[in-house]
């Protein structure tokens, strides 16, 4: 089972970084991070396996831990730290399962049925969202809002992660509503240095 969560926690990106995720985890360290989700919704498995690979390579020399997002195959055999799963992902007890319990496995929702039925799931972390308008998925699902933040971390037990059009200047709001760890993606390559960008979303 995993540790305490970052405060911050990034995911990349590479068609908005224009870097490979290894290269944005060897950068995202340098700014501080210490728990990064590698998302890849372009490339095929084989390419997200092998950039998977260079990128945990990066990783354990920087004593980061590498989540996957979707794929728990590549999780697997990448030998990545975890897995973060969607609502039309493989069910979180059959990751469980495969994975064992020591890894990592989070789970995203999007409205307060599915935060309370995610409590009760042998996963880690409960992701919620998207807070606000995000940019970086195709066909995103409505915006929670703070309120629904404010009420899922009132009625859930797990570490709760919001998700979804955060930037350093709504950062504190979201923390303020109870959430326990910030996913950022788009406002970390708003700059194009992801170091300076990261360290500042930590000070």
């Known amino acids: ?24 985890v060897r950068r995202l360290a340098e700014g501080g991070a210490t728990f990064i989700q590698l998302r890849e919704k372009k ?8 950039a998977a690979v260079e990128a945990i390579a990066v990783a354990r020399t920087l004593d980061v831990k590498i989540i996957i997002n979707d794929r728990l195959d ?18 979180v007890e059959e990751a469980r399962r495969l994975i064992g319990w020591s890894g990592i496995i989070g789970f995203s929702t999007h409205n307060l049925k599915q935060a309370l039925e995610a409590d009760s799931l ?29 009420e899922v971390k009132q009625r859930v037990t ?13 950062a504190v709001s979201v923390i303020e509503a109870g959430a326990d760890s910030l996913a950022i993606i788009s406002d970390l390559y708003s700059t194009g240095d992801i170091t300076n960008r990261f360290r500042t979303f930590l000070a």
């Not at 089972?1 to 944005?24: C, F, K």
């Not at 490339?43 to 092998?50: G, K, T």
């Not at 590549?74 to 992902?89: K, T, W």
């Not at 797990?158 to 709504?170: F, H, M, Q």
């Open 158 to 170: 797990k570490p709760l992660v919001a998700i979804g059009g955060i930037t350093l200047e709504r």
């Open 43 to 50: 490339a095929s498995p084989r390419e997200f396996y092998e």
């Open 74 to 91: 590549i999780a697997i055999a990448a030998r990545a730290d975890g897995v973060h799963l969607g609502q039309d992902d493989l069910p």
């Open 122 to 150: 042998p996963a880690d972390y409960i992701a919620i969202g998207p807070v606000f308008q995000t940019s970086t998925k195709e066909n995103p699902d409505p915006t929670t809002g703070l309120d629904l933040v404010r």
């Open 1 to 24: 089972m995993m540790a305490m969560l970052p405060r911050i926690y990034p995911i990349t990106d590479v068609r908005l970084s224009g870097l490979t995720h290894a290269e944005q």
